[in-house]
């Protein structure tokens, strides 16, 4: 089990917390985890794509020219393959590309990426990245870059934290997640993972232990 600085919104450590050894601090598995990747980029694809063939295509119902004595090639319709126009051969129909994948396996792949990022040091955790009860991008990213200067950074955020959101979402170096959508893409993604104290008690289903003494 290791153990992480809580940063406060002026960058000071305002306390720490251990991250469970069986959630960050886990086996790699690679080859699981490029399944579960894979499965995922594959759910997201919309699979809406479709050519018509010979017989969807509008038109060609009448013989372009007699069977014989015009020394060309016979043809039955305009709307075959060959002509311009025409239908399209085992061309792509719609379909859908989600593969299943266990929850279990989701869930190891998961922890590997998290303990990956967690074993260099590429998790971090602050209490707010604003003060008060205003939305400010400005000040969110000041409090962001006391943790990190990473470009591709994945901002873990509660499901009711609207105000850190609001201050985040525009900020082109970060990806923005909830906690309960975390997944081994976005992890793999991205340079650091940012969780605040909040998301990461959510995150884990109980208040993650802090150390005595602090607060």
Same mark, same amino acid.
């Given at each position: 089990?290791?153990?992480?600085?809580?940063?406060?919104?002026?960058g000071?450590k305002?306390?720490?917390?251990?991250?469970?050894?069986?959630?960050?601090?886990?086996?790699?598995n690679i080859?699981l985890?490029?399944?579960?990747v894979?499965?995922q980029?594959a759910?997201a694809?919309?699979?809406?794509?479709?050519?018509?063939?010979?017989?969807?295509?509008?038109?060609?119902?009448?013989? &372009?020219? =007699?069977? !014989?004595?015009?020394?060309?090639?016979?043809?039955? @319709?305009i +709307? *075959?393959p060959?002509?311009?126009?025409?239908?399209?051969?085992?061309?792509p129909?719609?379909?859908?590309?989600?593969?299943?994948? &266990?929850? =279990?396996? !989701?869930a190891?792949?998961?922890?590997?990426?998290? @303990?990956? +990022? *967690?074993?260099?040091g590429?998790?971090?955790?602050?209490?707010?990245f604003?003060?008060?009860?205003?939305?400010?991008?400005?000040?969110?990213?000041?409090?962001?870059r006391k943790?990190?200067?990473?470009t591709?950074?994945?901002?873990?955020?509660?499901?009711t934290?609207?105000?850190?959101?609001?201050?985040?979402?525009?900020?082109?170096?970060v990806?923005?997640?909830?906690?309960?959508?975390?997944?081994?893409y976005?992890?793999?993604?991205?340079d650091?993972?940012?969780?605040?104290?909040?998301?990461?008690?959510?995150?884990?289903?109980?208040?993650?232990a802090?150390?005595?003494?602090n607060k």
């Amino acid at each position: 089990m290791s153990t992480v600085d809580v940063i406060n919104v002026e960058g000071a450590k305002a306390g720490s917390v251990e991250l469970p050894g069986d959630v960050f601090d886990v086996q790699a598995n690679i080859p699981l985890m490029h399944q579960v990747v894979v499965a995922q980029l594959a759910a997201a694809r919309q699979g809406t794509h479709k050519a018509k063939t010979r017989g969807e295509v509008a038109g060609g119902g009448k013989k &372009p020219y =007699k069977q !014989k004595g015009t020394g060309r090639a016979r043809q039955g @319709s305009i +709307r *075959a393959p060959q002509f311009t126009g025409g239908g399209v051969v085992h061309g792509p129909v719609p379909r859908d590309y989600s593969q299943r994948t &266990p929850k =279990k396996m !989701k869930a190891a792949a998961l922890r590997g990426a998290l @303990s990956d +990022r *967690a074993r260099d040091g590429r998790v971090h955790v602050v209490e707010a990245f604003v003060s008060g009860d205003k939305p400010s991008t400005k000040a969110a990213v000041a409090t962001l870059r006391k943790a990190t200067d990473s470009t591709k950074v994945l901002v873990v955020l509660s499901s009711t934290d609207e105000l850190n959101w609001l201050s985040l979402r525009n900020e082109t170096t970060v990806h923005l997640i909830e906690s309960g959508q975390l997944n081994t893409y976005d992890v793999l993604v991205a340079d650091v993972v940012v969780f605040t104290k909040e998301a990461l008690d959510e995150f884990l289903g109980a208040p993650a232990a802090a150390e005595e003494g602090n607060k």
